[in-house]
């Protein structure tokens, strides 16, 4: 069964799913944008056999606290910090990582940060390289670098309902296979009043994470990590090349291009659990 939890970390409340034997092997699941822990709904019970999942929504999404732009440091070193602060008062040190879309940023500056904690990594359009990003993103580095009147209907029109269904449905081979609940979710909490303001703050310090870049990839030269990459052949957000270029710094990285898009659990969860399970049980000698 998974628990529904919440954390009082740093003055925000932290909502978090818990599930899977405690003194197992510990995996945390980070999200992506719009949505929440959510998204992994149906991958926690595929998992929790034999591992202890933990899956936090980051602050501004979710369940979790969504202080307004002005109370709240909105930047990808701040998520990062929360998530550090919450696994610290779980008592969770070692821990592999399941990084996805805003995930990726988030858990790898955790991994890059403490080396000595991450036992493996699973990447679901979670980039660390620059040949991942594709003209989706073009709009969203224009606002980043020169925010006004000029570049914000651009990146506004990405909260709407039509560009979230659309995360969920492009790519995807028969879209009668995603439910409408996930988008559906998403845009109510995108909704919320003043939430537009907390992902324009987001949208606005991406860009940051690209400076980071290079000591992810020291990272992975200086530690080989296990790395198992599940990306969706046709996601327009990271495209494919994302996921081969993790072969540069990490030649044993298995790495899995699926026939689907951006938020490839949806139609592709018993695939994807497999090679989870597949993975970790190899590499944690499970």
């Known amino acids: 069964m998974t628990s529904y ?18 003194d197992a092997p510990v995996l945390v699941l980070l999200h992506g944008f719009p949505t929440s822990s959510h998204m992994f709904r149906e991958l926690i019970p595929a998992l929790a056999d034999r591992y202890r999942v933990i ?17 709240f440091d ?6 990062t910090d929360i998530t550090l602060a919450l696994l610290d008062q779980l008592g969770v040190r070692e821990h592999a ?37 594709t003209p989706f993103w073009e709009p969203l580095f224009a606002y980043a670098t020169n925010p006004g009147p ?51 703050a987001l949208f606005r310090d991406y860009r940051h994470n690209l400076d980071a870049y290079p000591a992810f990839q020291q990272y992975f030269r200086d530690t080989q990590v296990p790395l198992l990459v599940v990306w969706g052949r046709h996601d327009e957000i ?17 790495i899995h291009l ?3 898009g951006h938020f490839a659990l949806e139609d592709s969860l018993d695939t994807i659990a497999g090679y989870i399970r597949g993975f970790l049980g190899r590499v944690l000698n499970q």
């Open 150 to 200: 000029d570049t914000e209907p651009a990146v506004r029109a990405l909260l709407t309902s039509d560009a979230t269904r659309w995360q969920y449905t492009h790519g995807v081979k028969d879209p009668s296979r995603i439910s409408p609940d996930t988008w559906t979710h998403d845009q109510a909490l995108l909704d919320r009043p003043g939430n537009a303001e907390v992902q324009l």
């Open 258 to 260: 699926l026939d689907t």
């Open 5 to 22: 939890r919440h954390a009082d970390i740093n003055g925000q409340r932290v909502f978090y799913r818990d599930a899977g034997p405690a």
């Open 238 to 254: 990271f495209g494919p090349d994302g996921a081969r270029a993790f072969r540069r710094d990490l030649p044993d990285a298995e």
């Open 97 to 133: 990582l399941y990084i996805q879309d805003y995930g990726a940023p988030i858990g790898l500056k955790i991994a890059s940060r403490h080396p000595e904690r991450v036992t493996a990594i699973i990447t679901q359009s979670g980039n660390a390289y620059t040949e991942g990003f």
């Open 55 to 71: 899956a936090p929504d980051h602050i501004g999404f979710g369940h979790s606290s969504a202080p307004s732009a002005d109370e």
């Open 74 to 79: 909105y930047t990808f070193d701040a998520l």
